[in-house]
C-alpha cells in the first residue's frame, strides 16, 4: 500500500513544480536524457536544485566544486547561477555519466564554465589542491556516501573562509539517528555529522526535508 505522507509530500513537490517553479525544457531533456541512458534517478529534486541556485546567488560565489555529477542536472542549476566568469569544478567516477553530463551541459549553455573531471573524486581533489587556483566559495558534496568525511576534509584544502559546503543526503529516511545501522551510506553520515560538529574551522547544520523521493536531509556548513 501505497504511504498517503509520501502521497503528499510528492503532491506538494508536483504543486512547488507547476505553481512556484515553472516548466523547464532544458532541465526537463537533462533528466529525460539521463533516464535514456539508464542512469539512476539520484538527482537532486528540482526543489533543491533551485536551492543551490539561490545559494549560489546569495553567496556571490565565482568558483564552485561539487562532488558528484551524475547527468549534470545539479551542475546546471548552479552553473546558471554564476556571473560569466564563474567556473564549476564537478568531479564523476563514471566516465558514462560524465557523457551524459556533457551532452547535457553543452545543451544548457553552460559548458563553457564547467570543468568536468572524470575519476574518483578523492584522486582528483589531491591533484585540485596542488592546482594553483582560486580556492572555491561553494562546496556542493554529492557523491559515494561512505566517503563523504574525507571529501569534507579534502573540500576543506580548496576553500577558502567564509564558504559554503552543503552535503546532500544526511538523513536517510531518519536512519541517521540509528545507532545500530550498519549501513555503510548511513555510518558515513553518521561520521560526516561529527566532523561537521567537532572541525574547529566549520559551523554547520543539518535540515531534514521530505518530498516525492521521501524523507532525507542536507547539511549546511561554513568554513570560518
Ligand atoms: C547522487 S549522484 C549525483 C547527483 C547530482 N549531484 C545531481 O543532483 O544531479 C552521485 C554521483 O557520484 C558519482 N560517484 C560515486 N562515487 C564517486 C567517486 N568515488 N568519485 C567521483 N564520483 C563518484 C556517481 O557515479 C554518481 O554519478
Do not use: C
Not at 512556484?20 to 539508464?38: E, F, K
Not at 544526511?170 to 560538529?197: H, I, K, Y
Not at 531534514?208 to 521521501?214: D, E, I, L, M
Request: aromatic residues 4%; without cysteine.
Amino acid at each position: 500500500m501505497t504511504d498517503p505522507t509520501t502521497t503528499t509530500f510528492g503532491a506538494v513537490d508536483a504543486y512547488l513544480q507547476e505553481h512556484l517553479l515553472g516548466g523547464d525544457p532544458v532541465l526537463d531533456a537533462a533528466l529525460a536524457d539521463s533516464a535514456a541512458a539508464g542512469l539512476p534517478p539520484i538527482n537532486v529534486p528540482p526543489t533543491q536544485g533551485k536551492m543551490l541556485y539561490l545559494l549560489t546567488r546569495l553567496q556571490r560565489a565565482v568558483a564552485i566544486l561539487e562532488i558528484g555529477t551524475l547527468a549534470g542536472y545539479s551542475t546546471i542549476w548552479m552553473a546558471r547561477a554564476l556571473p560569466p566568469h564563474g567556473r564549476i569544478v564537478t568531479l564523476e567516477s563514471e566516465a558514462r555519466h560524465a557523457e551524459v553530463a556533457r551532452a547535457n551541459l553543452a545543451r544548457a549553455g553552460v559548458l563553457d564554465r564547467v570543468d568536468l573531471r572524470v575519476g574518483p573524486a578523492l584522486e582528483t581533489l589531491a591533484v585540485l589542491a596542488d592546482e594553483t587556483r582560486a580556492p572555491f566559495d561553494l562546496i556542493f558534496i554529492d557523491a559515494d556516501k561512505p566517503r563523504t568525511p574525507e571529501y569534507i576534509e579534502a573540500a576543506l584544502r580548496v576553500s577558502r573562509p567564509g564558504a559554503l559546503l552543503i552535503v546532500d543526503n544526511v538523513v536517510r529516511s531518519g536512519e541517521l539517528a540509528n545507532p545500530e545501522t550498519t549501513d555503510e551510506n548511513v555510518r558515513g553520515m553518521q561520521r560526516a555529522v561529527a566532523l561537521l560538529a567537532s572541525h574547529p574551522r566549520l559551523e554547520a547544520t543539518v535540515i531534514q526535508t521530505v518530498g516525492a523521493k521521501g524523507y532525507d536531509g542536507f547539511a549546511l556548513a561554513v568554513v570560518t
